[in-house]
């Protein structure tokens, strides 16, 4: 085959992607990142983890409150994280006697968050439209492919799943996190090392995106102190045009299927879609990069109350 009858690189979803996505609310495209984009990634979360001073930070731990969400993370180092980069460890890297911590500092780290994509040059040039390394899937062309007319990028993390220690997330919704009325919220999660049953890889229910509305939402609590609360929703549960298609169904109904990926996959992530991932007790890390989209374009509205505030400059623009 000569170089010009070398197919282009997908640069958008396909109709069969597109379809799965709808049907599941979540889809896997196995290498989406070539090798060289997922070491540089990787180098550059460990380069990020090796600057942790633990003699100037808060001891904030990266705590989602169970299954109620009561008692998640909230002190004004973590509501201040949405224009910088910022450490949060896991609940089990302290000694539940001492307090002390039991691991050397890159290994207690449960996150790392939440402005990567605008703060470390490696993970901005993801969202980069005109870089040509061979990626498939481009943030921007999924966007456009999902029918996002002024996609906004926020909330980008590093998520260790550290070895022995790594936190269980329990099922949720990443609407209930960054919700717009109505929600629009899409999770772009990649995997930078193998994602496997033993070190706790996402698994998901399928089809819940059309029955699970958001019922609850994480948001500020109210004046100028700290903390987060999760109350009920009172706006739209469903994004615009799911209203038609939506299942009634019982929450608990279905069984959660397993996503075990290889380094590089891209995992797009529905944001009324049941998704968990279980602790990490093996040997092996597992660490992933991840952000978010939602929609900023008029008749979307990004609630004032939510944890994730927009910084000065506003929210990512990802359509140059
Ligand atoms: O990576 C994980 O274990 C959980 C990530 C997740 O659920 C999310 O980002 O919404």
């Not at 003699?55 to 004004?76: I, K, W």
Request: charge should be negative.
């Amino acid at each position: 085959m000569s170089s010009s009858d070398t197919p282009a690189p997908t640069e958008g979803l396909t109709p069969s992607q597109l379809a799965s996505f709808a049907r599941d609310g979540y889809l896997i495209i196995p290498s989406a990142l070539p090798h060289s984009t997922v070491s540089s990634l990787l180098s550059e979360a460990h380069r990020l983890l090796s600057t942790l001073d633990l003699s100037t930070h808060p001891l904030t731990r990266f705590l989602t409150g169970g299954d109620t969400g009561d008692n998640h993370v909230g002190d004004a180092y973590f509501l201040s994280s949405g224009n910088k980069i910022h450490f949060f460890l896991e609940d089990d890297a302290f000694d539940p006697t001492t307090g002390q911590l039991t691991k050397p500092p890159h290994r207690a780290v449960n996150k790392i968050g939440h402005y990567l994509h605008a703060l470390s040059p490696p993970f901005a040039s993801l969202l980069d439209p005109t870089k040509n390394d061979g990626m498939l899937a481009r943030p921007a062309a999924v966007a456009r492919s999902l029918g996002f007319q002024d996609p906004r990028v926020l909330q980008s993390m590093v998520i260790c799943k550290q070895p022995e220690i790594g936190g269980a997330v329990p099922p949720h919704q990443d609407s209930t996190f960054l919700y717009t009325d109505p929600p629009s919220a899409v999770g772009f999660w990649y995997a930078l090392e193998d994602a496997t049953v033993e070190n706790g890889c996402l698994s998901f229910l399928p089809g819940s995106h059309k029955w699970a509305g958001v019922e609850r939402r994480l948001v500020r609590k109210g004046g100028e102190g700290e903390g987060t609360e999760m109350v009920g929703n009172e706006g739209s549960r469903f994004p615009k045009g799911m209203r038609e298609e939506r299942e009634e169904r019982a929450e608990g109904e279905g069984e959660y299927v397993l996503g075990e990926v290889k380094a590089g996959s891209l995992v797009l992530i529905h944001g009324n879609l049941l998704h968990k991932s279980e602790q990490n007790l093996s040997s092996k890390g597992r660490i992933i990069y991840t952000f978010h989209v939602i929609e900023g374009a008029e008749g979307w509205e990004y609630d004032g109350r939510n944890w994730l505030q927009p910084p000065e400059e506003g929210f990512t623009k990802l359509y140059a």
